[in-house]
């Protein structure tokens, strides 16, 4: 991980981090463990939960625990667990919450703000958060855990807010969250779109998941990619790494697209792009990228080929409908390996294979990204967390949801480069004049696609 | 050309453009006739020339020339004869100049504004343009046409500008003009940038190049690409598709960059990225995309291997040190057919190919983009048109620059699929709000990099 | 062309071929040219035809016929002009005919054949050849010419055969051919197959095809591959070749296969198979490399999308049912440009494409294979004539079909490699032992497939 | 595997094995299970054991042992253990060896010819065999264990060379040693090379290791394939694999050579052919696969970067240069994981990471070819085996190797199509005249390369 490396040679000896708390909900992987390394190297005092209940690698955390921080999340934890270890990780005992969060899928984000309007509601009404006011057995968890904090401390997440410098953010979903947010004015503090950076989501997003997608399929289910038709729902960044990796292993990818920007990309490299619909029953294997919900139905499912493959590479595991699936009437759930079920329908007596129970999948049956790529991540994370702090009193960053500045976002690739053996060109003074840029960049204007 | 013709059926009864004058500048070729007779039948007039010289088409002026608009446009034209072109396509007589204008690379813009600030000059002091002020060949000459422009009519580009509602322009060289005069206030009326529209951008650079570069190398020169070592300078988005094309084709190619972003994304797809100075004597095959001048300068060339291709798919042909070539002390210069020279170093006595005289390669030596990708483009630029037409009195558009509406560059991309036989995804209403996006679009944040 | 080149160094000065007539058949570009400069510069007499109506081009055989042999082919033949040709090839006056043949599909091997048959018919029965008694409209034309020789010269073709020390053939078609002709017996002198060294049939065929296939379609038609649906019919190494090349630039291929070996090929790259009738309403580019007839019938031709593309690489016009599409009664050509036909069909006044009136698109729309790949099997030809050549009196080949041995095939290779920079690794003793080959090679058993 | 499930239904019934004694020495993994219980389905009596002591999958053995056949096979076995496995496995007690032997790298039918040696040369002249006289590790094992059984049983292994019927060999190295014996005269019994089939040597050399080789490494080290230098040593079917899954992951792949066609061919893939001394000290991952030995020294180890991964898919481990390794004055072996070594230098402190210590890293560090691949092989394997039974009387097959006829190759392929959804083309009668096949097959002359 070379961008954390550099970032250690380089802020180390300052100690920027001295006196700052840093609250992580990011999948605890060993590429997260030099990440908390690397931000304890420069000062910091950290506690971890992950972000997925899947993803720990427990090794890894462990080690964690021994040498660096407080970590809160072990491999297959339940949805009760991973909100505990959530609220586990952003209490930090006296006086409140964080200084700074690094979030992932914005959880930790959404847990002070749910708890922040839940203590302003009983102050004011004195009525607590219902838990039976939703369907969605997640919120209810969420619910609950405020509800029951309201009783110990009903200015626990009040104070964590006060006290909170920012929150720099990891990933397309929690980023969404973020906007909406800062769209209706309930953004409660600074945020920094890691996200957005292009050496984080056209490399994480795009290069990491052709890398890890496959992985996650051959570890998963040995299966030959080769000579089979694959469905790969979306074709954002996610979706492109991942039609990519299929076709190149010689599968026949088909896409599937609401956008048909995204759509048009897909037929220029020549995958074909129809509904779900029109190839259900045809697919060998089945992934969702897309950050939506009810992707692939209970209904869908029923009428795949025996043993086709359906997964989640996307975020959050309503892509694929579970719970449709597990509440079939007369389903059978046949656990293969851990995160590799067979799901048989009774109609037909033939079976479907879901990955990681609809969860993240590169996750849960591989290793998830490579160091590499989470290297260019989380370079990222760090310099977004050493700009909130050293700006934490200036006022330069408002109740608003930011990007890094783009000679930042360069200065991540160009830590990487050396290691690939790569020799950059110098600008000339005038050829810099010429196309109206400095020498030592940025050399794109912000729009710039890359 | 799908979406040009689902204009003509959208907006041809209506006559949207009746009254408007509209002078284009930009490759007079078979797919711009279908542009201008689009243009003509929303009920536009129109005049025509070409921004290169050697990219005109004889045979499409011809038939646009008899049927549809008046053309100042040949293949091969010197730089005089394309200046006296730009000239005549700006000259409506009576009543000044174009209600609108379609530009590609800025070189009408250009000639409106160098005239604007010379009548102005002149009124004010009776300065004339000095052509001799400058070493640059082709300013030379524009600055003569201006000079000798303001004996017979001192406002005539004050008249043009006072007339002109708007641009719209195509391509990267001539949104930098544009962005440089907003900055410095100089900008003398509205511009759409359309080249930055994704359906722009990704599909004319990328797609269109991975396309006619080939098709130009092998139209002049029939070299096998395949086994080769092919340099291209540049890794943006016209960089990626020569480089993808070139790969695909069997060469191994090598990228020089500037930028540690694309530099890092060269990598990614396997691609070695040196200096020019590192590969310059071993390499078969050369091509500039950088739309900066001096990458490829006469010292480079004479350490190159005998019957090296140099070629620029960039902008201009001061990519390739043409000046330094042609001036090069017992240089001789073998024509083997138009547009491809072979040029023979004295010392050594060995010749490097170079295509289209060092400017853009793809239409001097083969026919440019290909229709589909060139009816995206274009749609763009029928829909900025009308935008700039619609929107005439109402101040919406101010003295800057502007990109189209992102629904606007989804709708292009909708015109083209159907063709290709994709079905789009819908997206319910439940989806939509949980991404909270419109569910007939635009799907994507402005930032969003496809 | 690195081979060729080398040939003529290493045997220029013996002047191997002294004294020897060389008749050829073969496509006349200016890659047969260095063929044929390259024979004449070894010391044989050349007379040359093409074996193709359209292949020719013009300004090669105007440079041989004027500097090095006579030449009979120019682009544009009838048939009659086409077989007049090749019975003037292979008539050298006094003293009959060629000593060798240089052929390639076997027209010029199958005139002497049926010429002989037809002189021997006539000297037991005085029975002379009825054209009539073919529908082959090319065939009436060979037992034209053969009958009306028969008047002049009752043996002249036996003479022929009687001076022939053997041919060379280059192509799967015309070897096909030999090995029949072997199996009954009715091979009347040596031959080399040319064809099956793999420096001929696995770079010619494949890496040939990949090149020139988009070659000319582009030439031909400026169609964007990208984004369309392509079907190739056959996935023998052109097969292979066409399908490569069309997936890289971003068409959806789909392949066609009798043989389930070569179809599980396919599948494997993540090629779809299915049959033509699957597909052929569906597709925007046909493309036939079968090398067998009636692959692409009149009946699918009329069930095709408007403007799709019909085009042959594989050997003879029949793969496509041109006389089906000729006589189909109503239907009407229209000449878009010179080897590009728009064929529209009565019933739905829409129209398809062909190419090269079903012949080799890639030689009448563009340029046929690139030099290199040439470069490899004519240097394969040269070392076949010397073969037969210098054991013309040994008996050392009988009258059959013969492969070049593996030590000559890999040396054509390693004519080739420095030209592309490569570095050959070197056996040691000891590893050469280990795997029981010499040091210097051939390093693979006769069966193996490369 | 579709193969070997249509065999059990079209043999299954006839029980064509009955009264047959088969051995099996090939990798136990769970693919290897599916054929031993074809085999026993179609009425054989089955032994087995692994032929690599790194890649049996302890599960599949078990499976095996507890329902099917006799297994000797561990995961993780030493040289020792291995060779008494396979002495096991050939050893039936009463009447001798087996009937039939299936073979992968020879070990089983190398044991039974230097038994045979051994028990001539005993009875001729006393001498035992002295394990001293070799400097090969496994041959020293190899000597002592015959040397061992010749005290109990002085003809044990002639007893099984009578009664043996025949071996079907696996793979590449197997088959080499097969032809050596049978142009020595020393092969003792009949052999099928089914390595020589195209839809074993083409798939799972070639699409075989394209899966399994990233998959080892992902699994193995974690690496991010994209952006790294790879060499691949050796362009066969297994390096064109390697290359072309290492290339289409993001790698730049370099290749080293022998065989100039080859090296040709890996040109002409856009792939740089140097020598592996040219590149050392600049590539990040190495990956044998020649067939031969010393290809990767411990000099050459010593010149490579800290953390270069070395591994071999090519088939013996000394392909890789262990024992100099092993023995290397000062190296540290640190052990990550099973299968996964550092070794460290002790000049530079710095290491290099061995896969499966040498052996085949695929089987070692991952789970071998996908199923859909072995089904491919092994349906060979079972049609190989029932050739010989049917035959055991009949002389048609004498003590030579041999080949399976194309028919039977064709049908293996064409028992795998159904499942991946392909429709074949029929041939027509009159086509199939045309081009002189049969209408029902085979299609391609024996030295058709596909």
């Not at 505990?84 to 209490?91: A, F, G, H, N, V």
């Not at 503090?189 to 399929?217: E, M, Q, W």
Request: glycine share 8%.
């Amino acid at each position: 991980m070379p961008g954390l490396m550099a970032c250690r040679a380089e802020f180390g000896p300052s100690q920027p981090f001295k006196g700052a708390r840093i609250s992580g909900s990011l999948h605890m992987t060993i590429q997260t463990a030099v990440l908390i390394e690397t931000l304890t190297a420069l000062g910091a005092e950290v506690r971890w939960c992950s972000c997925n209940i899947f993803s720990t690698q427990d090794h890894a955390a462990a080690a964690i625990a021994r040498d660096s921080a407080a970590v809160f999340a072990w491999k297959g934890e339940t949805l009760e667990e991973y909100w505990w270890c959530t609220e586990r990780c952003l209490d930090w005992g006296v006086g409140g919450g964080p200084d700074l969060i690094v979030d992932d899928g914005g959880d930790a984000t959404l847990l002070i703000h749910e708890g922040v309007k839940a203590e302003e509601e009983f102050e004011k009404s004195g009525k607590v958060p219902d838990p039976e006011s939703t369907d969605n057995a997640e919120f209810k968890i969420v619910l609950t855990i405020i509800r029951d904090g309201l009783k110990s401390d009903p200015s626990k997440y009040r104070k964590m807010k006060e006290r909170l410098v920012g929150v720099s953010e990891e990933t397309t979903t929690g980023v969404k969250r973020l906007y909406q947010m800062q769209e209706t004015g309930a953004l409660l503090f600074p945020a920094i779109n890691v996200n957005d950076s292009v050496t984080k989501s056209k490399f994480d997003n795009l290069y990491g998941c052709r890398h890890s997608l496959p992985d996650g399929l051959m570890r998963a289910t040995d299966v030959m990619i080769a000579g089979k038709v694959a469905v790969v729902c979306g074709y954002g960044d996610v979706g492109k790494g991942c039609a990519a990796a299929l076709k190149q292993a010689g599968a026949r990818v088909i896409v599937t697209e609401i956008d048909p920007i995204c759509a048009l990309q897909a037929l220029m490299e020549g995958l074909q792009v129809l509904t779900l619909e029109d190839v259900v029953s045809e697919a060998d294997i089945f992934v969702t990228t897309t950050g939506n919900k009810d992707i692939i139905m209970v209904d869908h499912m029923r009428k795949m080929k025996n043993n086709a493959i359906v997964c989640n590479i996307g975020h959050f595991d309503n892509e694929i409908d579970m719970l449709g699936l597990e509440t079939y009437p007369g389903v059978k759930r046949i656990t293969i390996k851990p995160q590799t079920d067979r799901w048989v329908f009774p109609e037909t007596n033939t079976g479907i294979i879901v990955l990681a129970e609809g969860r993240l999948m590169n996750l849960g049956c591989a290793t998830g990204h490579p160091s590499f790529v989470m290297s260019c991540s989380f370079t990222n994370q760090v310099i977004a967390q050493l700009e909130l702090w050293k700006e934490k009193s200036t006022g330069k960053y408002e109740k608003k949801v930011y990007v890094l500045p783009k000679h930042l976002d360069e200065k991540v690739a160009a830590l990487h480069l050396g290691k690939l053996g790569a020799r950059l060109t110098k600008l000339s003074k005038s050829q810099a004049d010429y196309i109206s840029v400095p020498v030592e960049g940025p050399y794109k204007p912000a729009h710039y696609r890359y």
